[in-house]
């Protein structure tokens, strides 16, 4: 069973615009999430995070929302810039830092 | 500050054999994790390390196996190597005891299994 799930595999964006990368998951226990991308041939790099007494925190271009009563967490990012193009993954833990993946979405932002 | 190194980059094993991964953590950090990324998929968890003990793992049999050593480097070793053990391999660095830090990867190890 799949406790972290990014339902779109791929989104395409315009340079500038906003992208909206989506995740949902399904254990209550999860209470600290996290946003990591990735480019070929590197590990997964750490974007942003959120503890699940907050609802949104923000880091320049990059905002996490956290709905718990929907299990929904989304990253915002703005403007999307070419440079972020890669897979974003979503990830979750609750004791013990021990994360659980979603499957990733690639995002490319065209010129 | 010295990143999370792996070592090899990549390796070609035969169904069957063993094989031995090495990871350096962070500086600073006292906890390793390993991952396993199969192609198109997220990182799966296989086990954490602390002061050289186990203390998690994974849905992944007794065949992976690892170690931490006092310098706070990690192995994962995998025997009897079967093709779907093809993957990425991936080592985290954390500090312990710090909650709710995340974790910190290499580039991984690019094994493939023939």
């Known amino acids: 069973d799949q406790q972290v799930k990014q339902n779109s595999p791929s989104l395409s964006v315009q340079e500038g615009r906003i992208s909206i990368l989506n995740c949902d998951y399904t254990n209550s226990m999860f209470d600290y999430f996290l946003w990591y991308k990735k480019y070929p041939a590197e590990g997964p790099t750490f974007l942003i995070s959120?503890?699940?007494?907050?609802d949104k925190n923000e880091d320049g271009r990059f905002t996490v929302f956290l709905n718990k009563s929907a299990k929904h967490l989304s990253l915002h990012i703005v403007p999307s810039q070419p440079g972020d193009s890669a897979v974003y993954f979503c990830a979750a833990s609750g004791a013990g830092n021990m994360l659980t993946f979603g499957g990733g979405t690639r995002l490319m932002v065209k010129p | 500050e010295t990143g999370v190194t792996q070592s090899p980059t990549h390796l070609i094993k035969t169904r069957g054999q063993q094989v031995t991964l090495r990871c350096s953590s962070q500086?600073?950090?006292?906890?390793v994790s390993w991952y396993q990324q199969a192609l198109g998929q997220g990182p799966q968890f296989i086990f954490q390390y602390y002061r050289e003990e186990e203390n998690g793992r994974g849905n992944f049999p007794p065949r992976f196996s690892g170690l931490q050593f006092p310098n706070y480097s990690s192995e994962l070793n995998v025997n009897a190597l079967e093709l779907d053990d093809s993957a990425l391999y991936l080592c985290a660095s954390s500090p312990q005891g710090v909650y709710n830090s995340p974790l910190h990867f290499g580039n991984g190890t690019r094994l493939t299994v023939t």
């Open positions: 500086s600073g950090h006292n906890t």
């Open positions: 959120i503890s699940s007494i907050k």
